[in-house]
């Protein structure tokens, strides 16, 4: 199996990055304001991103996006940058240590809000995975 084309190695990628992002982000905002962090991570962001998409030819018309689509990438697009803005200023104010824990309570909301909004059925397992996340996330943020 490619890595690449494996999604439970790609999330686990992802968990790593993420993982990267607190130290890293921790230590470059110590010294500047966090929104002035989070507007320079978001503009390192676009233009790596864009030189990814030109250089696998992943360009298409705007034209061509469905208005459905384009409404919830823009949405979705909001969200990351509330959650950055928010992200950055916790670390600013408090250890990354405590930060990451709670920022992973997504995992659970993302949970709840793929039941409720686009019915995905979870088993004994999943939900008890889910609890212990809470649980871990809860234990690892207190003092």
């Given at each position: 199996m490619r890595f690449f084309s494996s999604w439970q190695a790609l999330a686990l990628a992802s968990a790593f990055f993420a993982g990267l992002t607190a130290i890293f982000g921790k230590i470059g905002v110590a010294d500047i304001n966090?929104?002035?962090?989070?507007?320079?991570?978001?503009?390192?962001?676009?233009?790596?991103?864009?030189?990814?998409?030109?250089?696998?030819?992943?360009?298409?018309?705007?034209?061509?996006?469905?208005?459905?689509?384009?409404?919830?990438?823009?949405?979705?697009?909001?969200?990351?940058?509330?959650?950055?803005?928010c992200y950055y200023h916790a670390l600013k104010l408090g250890p990354a240590s405590r930060v990451a824990p709670i920022d992973k309570l997504s995992v659970v909301i993302a949970m709840v809000l793929a039941l409720t909004f686009l019915g995905e059925s979870y088993t004994w397992r999943s939900l008890l995975g889910g609890a212990l996340v809470a649980a871990g996330a809860v234990l690892l943020a207190l003092p």
């Open positions: 966090s929104n002035l962090a989070t507007l320079i991570r978001t503009a390192v962001v676009l233009v790596v991103l864009a030189a990814i998409v030109a250089w696998r030819s992943d360009w298409q018309p705007l034209a061509s996006i469905s208005s459905r689509t384009m409404v919830f990438l823009v949405l979705s697009a909001l969200a990351t940058g509330a959650s950055w803005l």
